[in-house]
């Protein structure tokens, strides 16, 4: 069951930054960055206000509707750290990158020191030890029709999986203060991430069948 405590502090946390930026107003240049390059490079910029507000709107709204789609789905079946994975993962990204993106801005953060690649690169190696506690649902994780239809496939496939996005994870770390252009790196990285799990999924169901 949806707990409606934890579904409200969730979403204050989601939208505390739109505090925070009301607070910089004065402080905030009249473009704000809001898109990055895969090397952390601002690339896009909006509006003071949109700057602001879109961001965390965005994610309440994606945050919200993941909740409720779950009521009526088992992923709120999931205990421990999964379930909380699930309720503060996507507030607890735009507290961070909202914050960072926000002070950078307003000079009170070093350029260099606010890296979207490392903070990403943070988040995947947390993933990492989370997934392999995250049990069968329709919404988070690796889902595949035989992930979904075969419980020790699940089990296995986010052992696996939990195991590379560490070391993917480490090594973005790693990437992200490299002075060099990195972003093909990246790139590959992120699609090995992706890719590797889902082939040693598709080959554990494919003996599993023989």
């Not at 421990?80 to 607890?92: C, D, K, M, R, V």
């Not at 699940?154 to 480490?170: M, P, Q, Y």
Request: hydrophobic share 50%.
């Amino acid at each position: 069951m949806l707990s409606k405590k934890l579904t409200v502090l969730s979403s204050l946390v989601t939208l505390s930054p739109i505090i925070l930026g009301l607070i910089l107003w004065q402080y905030l240049p009249e473009k704000i960055p809001t898109h990055f390059d895969l090397t952390g490079q601002a690339d896009g910029f909006s509006s003071k206000l949109e700057g602001i507000m879109a961001l965390p709107l965005i994610i309440l709204g994606i945050h919200l509707i993941t909740l409720f789609i779950g009521t009526k789905k088992p992923i709120i079946t999931q205990k421990g750290a999964a379930l909380y994975l699930i309720y503060w993962l996507l507030p607890s990204l735009c507290l961070v990158v909202q914050t960072g993106i926000l002070l950078t801005s307003a000079g009170f953060i070093n350029r260099n020191l606010f890296n979207p690649i490392a903070g990403l690169a943070c988040l995947l190696i947390v993933l990492g030890f989370l997934l392999p506690y995250l049990k069968q649902n329709p919404i988070m994780g690796i889902r595949l029709p035989w992930t979904l239809a075969d419980e020790d496939n699940w089990a296995k496939t986010h052992r696996f999986a939990g195991r590379i996005w560490l070391v993917g994870g480490s090594f973005l770390f790693a990437l992200s203060y490299f002075k060099a252009d990195v972003q093909s790196a990246v790139i590959v990285v992120l699609g090995a991430m992706l890719v590797v799990p889902i082939v040693y999924s598709y080959l554990l169901n494919r003996a599993e069948k023989k």
